[in-house]
């Protein structure tokens, strides 16, 4: 898997289809967990605040680590 996107050098739309590739819902919360993760989330919405550029990936992701 690639790396996250960077802030300063990617659009938010790249950011989106970043977390959209590394957690993709498969319809089967019973066998995947990544709801569970984010605490009944949606990996989209968990990581609104770097789609808006407003925080790194990695920062949002010490939030659910």
Do not use: Q
Not at 18 to 42: L, N, Q, T, W
């Amino acid at each position: 898997m690639a790396t996250a996107p960077e802030i300063f050098n990617s659009t938010a739309e790249e950011r989106r289809n970043y977390v959209k590739e590394r957690f993709p819902c498969i319809a089967d919360c019973d066998m995947c967990g990544i709801c569970s993760v984010f605490h009944g989330k949606d990996a989209e919405v968990a990581y609104e605040a770097y789609i808006r550029g407003e925080r790194s990936f990695e920062d949002v992701y010490m939030d659910y680590r």
